[in-house]
């Protein structure tokens, strides 16, 4: 084994204990946000799902991986959901204050693995938990999985790329653009980037845990890890993740929390800092702002149409309401006249009856009168 005589980075392998203790008693110095939120990406088969697992056992003192394996990916090679993993803290109902969040890996192929705008997204704060990433198609602002409105809280503050000891010279120009693409876009955002080399047993089947920063070959693969992706070597770290072992060891436990306690320390940075500069940050949160007055203007548009057709529908109603109510005041103004004009008739009927009556009342006194005269005379001269 080809092994440096000193060491090429200074490590305090005795120091475990304090690093566990330092991890387990951190609280973001933010108030905006209850937990750090560091996201793992890179290609399929990284280690990024067993890093998980390592963790959570450093964290729990035991071995541990059923849940992230039931949660995520069971039967799976890769994450296909963006998941977030709370690594449990004494109780059930209790957690430490920093999250990961897993996604699906990314592949040579442009239409496999996850999409790059689909982690620009996920860094935003888009991402809703549970999302299932689709390698045809990039997340919409009309999917359920959209977070329209991210607060500090949701985006991602601290960036770790994963990548394998033994194929990293293996890794495909076209996953590199990827992988050089996203670390652009996490620069834009201010999101300071760590980096995790996995399998460095398999890359040096010889190399001594305790003594991995005395290891040329592993050395050389960290200094080609920086080269491809542009990653300084000092925010670079060497990791055994736990595989076939049963239990914990010492020296595997203090790379990871080596690895773990830079990653707390650079989110730290990020909240004191915010992104290089603070009106980028604000432009944001303005575009997010803008976008969903835009969407309710658009929505309320949308009803003023609506409304718009439905006071059409009911003029129309109206008019012919109105129609209508013409159109039996018509009648009824027919009907009043020949009311009127039979009430006329009956008047003459009426008054044709009186006179007919007077007329019969003189003809009786007549009568009467002429009656008297012709028998009154003769009686008289009788």
Same mark, same amino acid.
């Given at each position: 084994?080809?092994?440096? =005589? ?37 290609? *399929? ?5 067993? %890093? ?26 890769? /994450?296909?959901? $963006? /998941?977030?993993? @709370?690594?449990?803290?004494?109780? +059930?109902?209790? %957690?430490?204050?920093?999250? %990961? ?6 592949? @040579?192929?442009?239409? @496999?693995? *996850? ?30 999985? $959209? ?24 890794? =495909? ?10 670390? *652009? ?52 770290? +060497? ?35 915010? /992104? ?15 976008? /969903? ?56 009927? @009426? ?32």
């Amino acid at each position: 084994m080809s092994c440096l =005589s000193d060491p090429w980075r200074k490590m305090q392998w005795g120091d475990k204990e304090r690093d566990l203790q330092y991890v387990k008693d951190y609280q973001p110095h933010n108030e905006e946000v209850k937990h750090l939120r560091i996201l793992l990406h890179g290609p *399929v088969g990284a280690g990024k799902s067993s %890093f998980l697992n390592s963790v959570n056992s450093v964290m729990q003192g035991r071995m541990t991986g059923a849940a992230l394996v039931d949660s995520a990916f069971a039967g799976d090679s890769f /994450t296909k959901k $963006y /998941t977030t993993y @709370k690594i449990q803290k004494g109780n +059930p109902r209790t %957690f430490y204050s920093f999250i %990961f969040n897993d996604i699906m890996g990314l592949e @040579k192929e442009a239409n @496999k693995g *996850v999409r790059v705008e689909d982690i620009r997204l996920a860094m935003r704060g888009h991402v809703r938990d549970g999302y299932e990433f689709s390698p045809l198609f990039t997340l919409s602002k009309e999917d359920q999985g $959209y977070n329209s409105c991210p607060t500090l809280d949701d985006k991602v503050h601290v960036l770790v790329c994963v990548i394998p000891a033994d194929t990293v010279s293996l890794l =495909s120009d076209e996953v590199v653009g990827k992988m050089m693409d996203i670390r *652009v876009a996490a620069s834009n955002m201010g999101i300071p980037q760590v980096g995790i080399l996995t399998r460095i047993d398999k890359a040096c089947p010889e190399v001594d845990k305790s003594n991995v920063y005395k290891n040329k070959l592993l050395k050389k693969k960290m200094e080609e890890f920086s080269s491809k992706l542009g990653i300084p070597v000092n925010h670079i770290f +060497p990791v055994k993740n736990y595989s076939s072992e049963i239990c914990l060891e010492d020296d595997i436990d203090s790379l990871i929390l080596c690895a773990l306690r830079q990653m707390i320390d650079f989110g730290e940075d990020f909240f004191y800092n915010g /992104t290089p500069d603070r009106a980028c940050h604000l432009l944001s949160e303005m575009q997010s702002v803008r976008e /969903t007055f835009q969407k309710r203007c658009d929505d309320l548009d949308k009803a003023i149409e609506l409304l718009k057709e439905d006071s059409k529908a009911a003029q129309h109603r109206i008019e012919n309401a109105e129609k209508c109510i013409s159109s039996l005041e018509d009648e009824a103004g027919l009907q009043g006249k020949a009311a009127g004009e039979q009430t006329k008739e009956v008047h003459a009927l @009426k008054k044709k009856v009186i006179d007919l009556n007077a007329m019969l009342h003189y003809y009786v006194l007549f009568v009467l009168v002429s009656a008297y005269i012709l028998f009154a005379g003769p009686l008289g001269q009788a």
